[in-house]
């Protein structure tokens, strides 16, 4: 059964500092990983989704890897600003019988920037 | 429409009375998830429909928890005889089918809040 598992569970730091995020997972058979920001009482905006057969993608200040073999993905936010304080969820999918996908998540790490 | 949309964003109903929530998917999107997230939680699965039928209601609690979708659009979550326990946010996203551009990428609605008191 895939398990996904998200460290730190939270995370403070002084405004313009760089930082990661950690995700790992148990099962590799992966179709991708997808990470995600929360805002307090919203939905889930997308960041970045990175395929099975990607090493990592790029958005903005973000930047997402995945070591599929290793089960772990890192999300590096540059230069991090007040504006990114939100809880920051990953997500795999993988495939449960035929032409099903489910998506299984963490439970988040919750960053706080300091201005 | 442009997202993903859910209503109600909140509701609050008693113990024991039937609740629906609505969901509205990003269109052309054929896979459609609902999920329950409580508070400090990750989102937990509770169903999945590809089209009209659903795929996998693997993650419903109980038999008080149904979904339909009939026409291949628009989801409706009914759950009856609610309980306090079942007071969550509700989540649905959307995917586009593979080979239709970021395949397989999740996109979500801002959620219904219910609360049972």
């Known amino acids: 059964k895939q398990e996904v598992t998200q460290i730190p569970a939270a995370l403070s730091v002084p405004e313009g500092e760089n930082l990661v995020l950690n995700c790992s997972f148990t099962d590799s058979a992966i179709y991708n990983l997808q990470w995600f920001r929360q805002d307090p009482g919203k939905g889930l905006t997308s960041l970045l989704l990175?395929?099975?057969?990607?090493r990592e993608q790029t958005s903005g200040r973000l930047n997402a890897s995945l070591d599929k073999s290793s089960g772990r993905s890192t999300l590096y936010i540059a230069a991090s600003q007040p504006g990114d304080s939100a809880t920051y969820l990953c997500?795999?999918?993988?495939?449960?019988?035929?032409?099903?996908?489910?998506?299984?998540f963490g439970t988040g790490t919750r960053l706080k920037v300091l201005a | 429409g442009a997202g993903v949309s859910q209503t109600p964003s909140n509701k609050v109903t008693e113990k024991g009375k039937y609740v629906e929530l609505r969901c509205d998917p990003i269109?052309?999107?054929?896979?459609l998830y609902w999920y329950r997230q409580s508070l400090g939680q990750g989102p937990e699965f509770l169903i999945y429909?590809?089209?009209?039928?659903?795929?996998?209601d693997s993650g419903l609690p109980n038999d008080r928890f149904f979904a339909v979708r009939p026409e291949g659009s628009v989801s409706t979550l009914k759950i009856q005889r609610t309980e306090r326990g079942d007071s969550a946010m509700y989540l649905c996203?959307?995917?586009?089918?593979?080979?239709?551009?970021?395949?397989?990428?999740?996109?979500f609605g801002e959620g219904s809040r219910l609360t049972v008191l």
């Open positions: 429909f590809q089209g009209t039928g659903a795929a996998d």
């Open positions: 997500a795999v999918r993988q495939f449960v019988t035929s032409g099903t996908y489910k998506y299984i």
């Open positions: 990175i395929q099975s057969s990607q």
């Open positions: 269109s052309g999107h054929t896979a």
């Open positions: 996203a959307s995917s586009p089918i593979l080979g239709q551009g970021a395949a397989g990428e999740l996109f």
